[in-house]
């Protein structure tokens, strides 16, 4: 089964900007998507961005023009650039890769906190 690690939250000021990654324990094969998502206490876990199979971003509406999602398919490895932060961007973030013929696969998380 495949392990999926993230890497890169913190404790960044408003405005700032950080970068997740996440890695797979091995090559993956017949992915659907790859991509983040995240979860704030008290709130469900919501899509982030995500990145099809194709190549295709989509990005939540509240995240638009601050992040961009990109991919490394030969390693296995999905990354999310954040600028302009905000603190409303402060959540546990999950990597998730969606397989086209067996359930999806979830990092352990890694915390991001925005504040000043």
């Known amino acids: 089964q495949v392990q999926l690690v993230e890497s890169g939250g913190g404790l960044v000021q408003p405005g700032g900007s950080l970068r997740l990654s996440c890695a797979a324990s091995?090559?993956?094969?017949?992915?659907?998507?790859m991509g983040w998502y995240r979860q704030a206490p008290g709130k469900q876990r919501e899509m982030v961005a995500l990145i099809t199979r194709t190549g295709v971003p989509n990005y939540a509406d509240s995240v638009k023009g601050r992040f961009t999602i990109s991919r490394d398919i030969a390693a296995s490895t999905v990354s999310l650039q954040m600028n302009s932060l905000k603190p409303e961007d402060t959540a546990v973030y999950y990597c998730?890769?969606?397989?086209?013929?067996?359930?999806?696969?979830w990092g352990q998380g890694t915390q991001v906190t925005v504040s000043s």
């Open positions: 998730n890769v969606q397989f086209m013929f067996r359930a999806d696969a």
């Open positions: 091995k090559s993956i094969f017949s992915v659907n998507t």
